[in-house]
């Protein structure tokens, strides 16, 4: 059976879309502040708290948290003089779920289909 062509050139759209969100997180610092604020949960955490629980300095921080916002990842919010970052890439680990799930099923297809 040919290469579904169709069906391949959908799926490496969906990659190309999830390609910057791979990059992104695919940097263990991030994974360790993208876990800190699923564990803050909906009140966020501040710069300050994220930097009290690692070995980087108040700019790192601060940079790899804009990397995230840039992404779409996280989310900040204002509370007086402070700004709370939070957890916001359920509809990101959706898009990357749709994408595994597609790229599996394009597998199985492929290998599965009598050889010519």
Do not use: W
């Not at 940079?63 to 890439?89: M, N, P, R, W």
Request: glycine share 6%.
């Amino acid at each position: 059976m040919a290469l579904n062509k169709t069906k391949f050139k959908k799926l490496q759209s969906m990659f190309n879309d999830c390609s910057q969100l791979f990059i992104v997180m695919g940097d263990v610092i991030r994974q360790k502040i993208l876990l800190q604020l699923a564990e803050a949960g909906a009140d966020g955490i501040n710069v300050g708290e994220l930097t009290a629980k690692s070995s980087l300095s108040r700019p790192a921080i601060s940079h790899h948290l804009k990397v995230l916002k840039e992404c779409g990842l996280i989310t900040s919010e204002k509370t007086g003089t402070q700004i709370f970052y939070k957890a916001d890439y359920k509809r990101h680990l959706e898009k990357i779920g749709d994408f595994v799930t597609k790229a599996l099923d394009f597998i199985d297809e492929v290998e599965n289909s009598p050889s010519s």
